[in-house]
């Protein structure tokens, strides 16, 4: 066990290995459940401290350092967990000098005598003065550790004030921490504990102080505190770092600017050069980040993998957000050089600009990372957008409808309608129309249900559940029935799955089937390669297959042109006027001539009494 290896250097005292071992086994485990209790507490470590001082371990600073990295849980916890331990074994260090001085001063009448011997030998510092508080006498050990100057005048106005403090509570001890300096400048941590010396009668004789250095605890807490509030990559405060920062700018008078950035080239380069350069393009990003705003008073953090915030507090020097996106922009777009590569960095961004004072942190937080989801949604890669209140509350309101969807699907708050489709006069199908009336947003229509449903990641249970009741539906009635699937139901790979457990559990013919797959999603970058595989799988059954959302684009028309599709239900956004061009005109005649049904907007739906 490395930690016994690196206590045992430090004992006065050696335990037999095995015995050692299981005590530090019973400690660690004690350890590790503190850290994982829901309410956690680390005062009880304390009590480990304290039997790493009672089996002579001297000094356990380098060790705990070890076991520091050994435990597991959050850095903070093991940071107040650490700390805990080596204020116990403080602790029970100044007790066991303070126990032992008195034990001696009272074992014979030569009790000075005695003190005297502990006081020069005690590894601890120790200093005694007069009743008025003037230092009298120091051991060497004080001197080591402090240097011949000893107290400051300032750290001896502090002992006196609590000593007085003492006298006023009729208390004997009393401890407190105190920043002193080493003989070398270095700042030195140090825990005192302060009692009495009482005569024979009773009387005070001097006053005490046991001054123990804890620089090392102090220090090793200091680095896991800092662990746990910076990205170690970056070196950038993270998001628990800094969410209090921001509520700290919120609470005071004065505008702020927040950016939330998006820096979407990161999977890219992971994917393409490995994550060793992925991780040095993060690092350009949060260096060049900083420099950008060096003029202002500002913080930049990382709070996600390929995420960060920028955050500035408004001068009358501060430019506007035209003028802060365009520099940051042309601070990342310098090409890095990784692996022997160029590569160029894209950053999305959304800007929150506010005066409001005691703002919630988390909804500022919230706006800023919708403005950059909706500059994403309407222009793409490397867009930046300025918060918008009356976007935001639309926003917020769809997608707190979208987030309901899964509960309303499970509970029967969704159900399926079934419209006439009709052709040329005459009833040829049943299209399977969604239906859901939420409580609070009212009538959800058919192609909100799927577009919901596509960004939720529902797309393919809500498929499953349509396809199961529509064929089942359609062993009742005369005609076929139809299903109209979303863009990224079209394009699943595993579409065909569903569509034949479908058939089989309800015993429907496939011919009685017609699934209309999204002909926009053709234009998507995988779209045209996945939906030509559905087709001919699902055309390969027996299901009769449509295109619906139709524009005659010329990806939809090489489609037809390749497969023998049932039919195209033509796109409602196409004007009246364009359908009787001389270019839909010439297409539309000879979609028909392959005996593709075509279908208008005015046949699709017909709503009965």
């Not at 916890?77 to 602790?91: E, I």
């Not at 000098?97 to 030998?121: I, P």
């Not at 065909?496 to 457990?501: D, G, I, N």
């Not at 001919?536 to 599709?565: E, K, N, P, W, Y």
Request: glycine share 8%; with cysteine; net charge negative.
């Amino acid at each position: 066990m490395r930690w016994a290896r690196a206590l045992t250097a430090t004992t006065r005292e050696p335990l037999a290995r095995g015995k050692l071992r299981g005590h530090l086994d019973r400690h660690v485990d004690r350890l590790v459940e503190l850290l994982a209790a829901p309410a956690f507490d680390p005062a009880p470590a304390t009590e480990v401290g304290e039997w790493l001082a009672a089996a002579r371990f001297a000094d356990p600073g380098p060790s705990l350092a070890l076991l520091g990295t050994l435990l597991p849980g959050p850095v903070d916890r093991v940071a107040a967990l650490l700390g805990a331990v080596a204020s116990g074994h403080a602790a029970a260090h100044r007790r066991e000098a303070a126990v032992e001085a008195e034990r001696l001063r009272r074992v014979a009448d030569d009790a000075d005598a005695v003190f005297r011997k502990v006081f020069s030998s005690a590894t601890a510092g120790i200093a005694l003065f007069d009743i008025a508080g003037t230092l009298v006498e120091s051991n060497r050990a004080l001197a080591a550790m402090l240097g011949p100057d000893l107290f400051p005048p300032a750290d001896l106005d502090a002992l006196r004030a609590e000593w007085t403090r003492m006298l006023l509570a009729d208390r004997d001890d009393s401890h407190l921490e105190l920043a002193l300096s080493a003989p070398d400048g270095d700042p030195l941590w140090t825990n005192v504990a302060l009692s009495v010396v009482r005569g024979g009668d009773g009387g005070i004789r001097y006053r005490m102080a046991v001054v123990d250095d804890v620089t090392e605890q102090r220090v090793l807490q200091d680095y896991l505190r800092h662990q746990a509030l910076h990205d170690v990559l970056t070196g950038l405060p993270n998001r628990q770092a800094f969410l209090p920062r921001l509520e700290e700018v919120l609470g005071r008078p004065g505008s702020i600017t927040l950016c939330y950035l998006d820096v979407e080239s990161v999977a890219i380069v992971n994917d393409g050069l490995g994550y060793e350069s992925g991780d040095e393009l993060l690092k350009v990003v949060a260096q060049r980040l900083r420099a950008a705003v060096a003029a202002e008073r500002a913080t930049v953090a990382r709070i996600g993998g390929d995420e960060f915030v920028v955050l500035i507090e408004d001068s009358p020097a501060t430019p506007g957000i035209s003028t802060l996106a365009t520099a940051f922009e042309r601070a990342l777009s310098e090409p890095v050089r990784l692996a022997g590569h160029g590569v160029g960095v894209s950053a999305g961004m959304g800007f929150v600009r506010t005066s409001a004072r005691n703002s919630d942190a988390m909804a500022l937080l919230r706006q800023a990372h919708t403005t950059l989801r909706r500059a994403a949604e309407t222009g793409g890669k490397g867009q930046w957008g300025i918060y918008d209140a009356g976007e935001d509350e639309r926003d917020r309101s769809r997608l707190s409808l979208i987030a309901t969807m899964p509960g309303a699907l499970g509970n029967g708050e969704i159900a399926i309608d079934y419209a006439p489709v009709a052709h040329e006069g005459r009833r040829i199908a049943l299209t399977a129309r969604l239906r859901w009336h939420d409580p609070e947003f009212g009538p959800v229509s058919h192609e909100q249900c799927l577009r919901f449903a596509d960004e939720l990641g529902l797309g393919r249970q809500l498929a499953d559940w349509v396809l199961d009741e529509a064929c089942s539906f359609a062993l009742g009635e005369d005609v076929p029935v139809l299903v109209r699937l979303s863009p990224e139901q079209s394009r699943d790979p595993d579409l065909t799955a569903p569509v034949a457990e479908a058939l089989r559990a309800s015993g429907l013919a496939p011919d009685r089937l017609w699934l209309s797959l999204d002909a926009r999603c053709l234009g998507l970058s995988d779209g045209l390669a996945a939906v030509e595989d559905n087709l001919t799988t699902l055309t390969d059954m027996g299901v009769r297959c449509l295109l619906h959302s139709f524009d005659c684009g010329l990806a939809q028309l090489s489609i037809v042109a390749r497969h023998h599709l049932h039919g195209v239900e033509l796109s409602p956004e196409i004007p009246r006027s364009d359908l009787c061009s001389s270019a839909a005109a010439a297409v539309l005649p000879l979609i028909t001539a392959t005996g593709t049904l075509v279908l208008h907007p005015r046949e699709l739906y017909v709503q009965t009494p």
